[in-house]
């Protein structure tokens, strides 16, 4: 039987509960999807659920039992020293004894529900803890006599259908209170001297027709709960899909579909984002790397053949640079841009030799090719010194591709620096 909620708003619960629920599964949420498509009446939580609804639901649970059984022992004391004022010393004395029952009971019970315990010892200090506060306060009433007797024996019955009331407990413990409440009256009825059996009879059955209708009421609230709590699951669930989706189509705008690194555009982003970040101050280089004769690869041995290139040749240029600090693109076609934040001349040089002899190593087949019968790439490297004037992406993007033209027409598979002060640059 479910830990139940005492109202629709508590399946909010606390943020461990809320991170619990980050462990559904297809088969719970399968589950979810059933239950809330039948009838709302018809709605019985089991395994998982089960486990998420009670740990949802058990710290609002734990803290309306802590604050009932707190109360319910403040007041007996208050109620005890009032009579002890206004009522005879004799009646106040009889009283005493049952009366000091209910507080010791109250409060190790509320003890108990301060913090997550097993199932069953929950189980026997609620109701343990509910015979022991009913039994005094009926006693108190059989001790007193008189007046005291009946009125008692009705206030017993009003605090066991508040807590049926307030408590969110499952339906077996609740029936188990309400059947204790019953008991004790017909019994303490059926020996009240000025009460006929029948009479007492009757009383209870009166009483008890309220009970059930109360307990009725409180299965129709954990109902309702239950059924928020699924739809809190469910809208869960479909905001978890919408930005796992959302996700993936941001990731397909900024990622290259062929080659899996990011594109054009998401450099582009990039480049004005490290630019608008002062970057450019510690200074800056990029390379623009473009696969010799490609054209030529993909006439001679086919489109597959050249996409299976672009592929190998994005690995090779990804896994040849610092993944924590450089950023690399397919610029379009058989071009590539990689963008080195912070990197001096040598470094970018460097770097820009080592990604050139890692393709040229890989020897991935390119028979047309007039620089050699293997895939090669020319480099055009262009740099912002920190301590220069500042220029802008597009213009060191442009000052690169320069740099590439003058490799290719230099017999290409081959590295060169862009120099500002060379002819048609």
């Not at 619960?13 to 979810?32: C, D, I, K, Y």
């Not at 066991?160 to 204790?180: C, D, E, M, R």
């Not at 610029?331 to 080195?340: N, P, R, T």
């Not at 990604?355 to 087949?365: D, G, Q």
């Amino acid at each position: 039987m479910d830990m139940e909620e005492n109202t629709a708003s508590a399946s909010r619960g606390s943020p461990s509960a809320q991170m619990q629920l980050r462990t559904e599964n297809p088969a719970t949420m399968a589950e979810v999807a059933r239950l809330l498509a039948g009838r709302t009446r018809d709605i019985r939580l089991t395994g998982e659920l089960r486990r998420l609804f009670r740990e949802r639901s058990w710290p609002r649970t734990a803290k309306i039992i802590r604050a009932w059984m707190t109360w319910v022992a403040f007041l007996d004391v208050l109620t005890l020293s009032l009579n002890a004022i206004l009522l005879p010393k004799a009646i106040v004395m009889a009283m005493l004894a049952p009366a000091c029952i209910l507080p010791p009971a109250a409060l190790a019970t509320a003890f108990i529900w301060r913090k997550p315990r097993a199932y069953w010892l929950q189980k026997i200090s609620i109701i343990a803890g509910l015979l022991l506060i009913l039994l005094s306060v009926a006693l108190v009433g059989v001790s007193a006599g008189g007046e005291f007797y009946e009125r008692h024996l009705n206030i017993m019955l009003f605090v066991a259908i508040t807590a049926i009331i307030i408590f969110a407990i499952p339906l077996a413990w609740t029936v188990t209170v309400a059947a204790i409440a019953l008991g004790l009256y017909l019994v303490f009825q059926l020996l009240n001297p000025n009460l006929e059996p029948g009479n007492a009879v009757a009383a209870t059955l009166f009483f008890a027709s309220g009970i059930v209708a109360t307990v009725v009421a409180r299965r129709t609230m954990t109902i309702l709960a239950q059924k928020t709590f699924l739809l809190e699951l469910r809208d869960r669930s479909r905001v978890a899909e919408l930005a796992d989706a959302n996700a993936r189509l941001e990731r397909l705008a900024r990622t290259d579909p062929l080659t899996g690194i990011a594109n054009r555009r998401w450099m582009m982003e990039t480049l004005h984002h490290l630019w608008n970040g002062g970057m450019n101050c510690r200074g800056c280089a990029m390379l623009m790397c473009d696969v010799d004769e490609f054209k030529k690869l993909n006439d001679h041995l086919g489109h597959a053949e050249g996409d299976r290139c672009l592929v190998k040749v994005a690995g090779i240029i990804q896994s040849s640079v610092n993944g924590e600090r450089d950023h690399v693109a397919r610029y379009g076609g058989e071009e590539f841009l990689v963008v080195l934040p912070g990197a001096d001349e040598q470094e970018a040089i460097a770097t820009a030799e080592r990604i050139r002899k890692s393709v040229e190593a890989a020897s991935l087949p390119n028979p047309a090719s007039r620089v050699g019968p293997y895939v090669t790439l020319s480099i055009g490297v262009a740099i912002q010194p920190p301590d220069k004037a500042s220029i802008s992406p597009e213009q060191l993007q442009n000052e690169a591709d320069a740099a590439l033209y003058l490799a290719k027409q230099a017999g290409r598979n081959c590295v060169l620096l862009h120099q500002p002060d060379a002819a048609g640059t």
